[in-house]
Nanobody, 117 residues
Framework: QVQLVESGGGLVQAGGSLRLSCAAS????????VGWFRQAPGKEREFVAR????????GYADSVKGRFTISRDNAKNTVYLQMNSLRPEDTAVYYC??????????WGQGTQVTVSS
């Protein structure tokens, strides 16, 4: 089992920045690919970014490319999502999730990000 706890959400003005953290406990976190997802009110959950355990390669949704950066610190069992140039449409609950193979099996409780215009 892997337990995930997100933090770092809050209220920010458009154009501002936030850094989300996803802290893990349990099994060796470095062996998992970690993704960030978000869900806005009335919308389905969507992929935001991911970082692979094997080579730390990253991937992003088109909507956040160039603005968000995902990184990991295996020594601290933590994955970060640096969010810059935030827009009102980035407002959502942000979740981190971890997978060993193909399915994200472990999820955090989410952290709210609100971007005001």
């Amino acid at each position: 089992q892997v337990q995930l706890v997100e933090s770092g959400g809050g209220l920010v003005q458009a154009g501002g920045s936030l850094r989300l953290s996803c802290a893990a406990s349990g099994r060796t976190f470095s062996r998992y690919t970690v993704g960030w997802f978000r869900q806005a009110p009335g919308k389905e959950r969507e992929f935001v970014a991911r970082i692979r355990w094997s080579d730390s390669s990253t991937g992003y949704a088109d909507s956040v490319k160039g603005r968000f950066t995902i990184s990991r610190d295996n020594a601290k069992n933590t994955v970060y999502l640096q969010m810059n140039s935030l827009r009102p449409e980035d407002t959502a609950v942000y979740y981190c999730a971890a997978k060993a193979l193909t399915t994200y099996d472990f999820w955090g409780q989410g952290t709210q990000v609100t971007v005001s215009s």
